[in-house]
């Protein structure tokens, strides 16, 4: 469903992805550990093309993001297309990034109403329906800011399940919550696991991982180091630097 190819990435002088390859199969859940600067973040903006590559490509069913093919030379797309490849992929933050000014259901709907052209009618109806899935039916008419943490991230999964996405991006989605609220967050995440969404989920919970992840990919320096089962990477990782790194959130 996912494939990165030698991806490169830099920011002037400063190169953050190395040649990442990583390929994610449909229904699968990938949970990517790896300490602070090494590269996560800036690799889940390259699968939305939120970052222009200087090398390397990401495909999402077969579809190449952000460019043509022709030949062999690729052209940048339109960001009219860019756009429109970004409807198939849910991105999640640890800031939940919630319209303020709307209400929870005008949140979930705004997507579905404007890039995909639902009829408002139909937008409610599935919007009931995600909220349920979330637990959330009865705020529907609440606005974030009267919302705790763990329940505006909730609303975000839920906004981000109406566009149907081929695949879920969850960058860091529980560290901004306070510890009793990280549980209700997993919770909606192993209710997607366990419903075959394909999901990339960057998180420094070690548990969530072992308990949720299909693959386990280690991270640092702008290049996987290693990936795997999560029993291979987590209690017999084949290198220092994922041991070093686990002995530290472990
Ligand atoms: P992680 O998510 O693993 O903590 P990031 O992908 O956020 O890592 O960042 C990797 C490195 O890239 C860091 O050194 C960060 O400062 C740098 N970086 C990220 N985004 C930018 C940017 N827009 N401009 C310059 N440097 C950046
Ligand atoms: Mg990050």
Do not use: C
Not at 58 to 79: A, M, P
């Amino acid at each position: 469903m996912v494939d990165i190819r030698g991806v490169h990435k830099s920011f002037g002088p400063l190169e953050v992805l190395r040649g990442v390859d990583l390929q994610v199969r449909a229904g699968e859940v990938t949970v990517i550990l790896g300490p602070s600067g090494s590269g996560k973040s800036t690799l889940l903006r390259s699968i939305n093309h939120l970052e222009r590559l200087n090398r390397g490509y990401v495909s999402i069913d077969g579809e190449l993001i952000g460019y043509r093919r022709s030949g062999n030379k690729l052209h940048e797309l339109k960001e009219r297309d860019v756009l429109k490849q970004r409807t198939h992929i849910g991105f999640v933050f640890q800031n939940f990034n919630l319209f303020p000014h709307l209400t929870v259901v005008e949140n979930v709907i705004e997507a579905p109403v404007s890039a995909l052209g639902r009829t408002r009618r139909a937008a409610l109806e599935q919007a009931d329906v995600l909220l349920t899935r979330v637990g959330l039916a009865d705020k529907a008419d609440a606005y974030p800011r009267q919302l705790s943490g763990g329940q505006q991230q909730r609303v975000a999964i839920a906004r981000a399940l109406a566009l149907e996405p081929k695949v879920l991006l969850f960058d860091e989605p529980t560290s901004a919550l306070d510890p009793e609220l990280v549980g209700e967050v997993l919770d909606v995440l192993k209710d997607l696991a366990r419903t075959g969404t394909t999901m990339i989920v960057v998180t420094h919970e070690v548990g969530f991982a072992r308990e949720v992840a299909d693959t386990v990919v280690f991270m640092d320096d702008g290049l996987v180091v290693e990936a795997g089962r999560p029993s291979d990477v987590l209690d017999a990782p084949r290198h220092e630097r994922t041991r070093a790194f686990l002995s530290k959130v472990l």
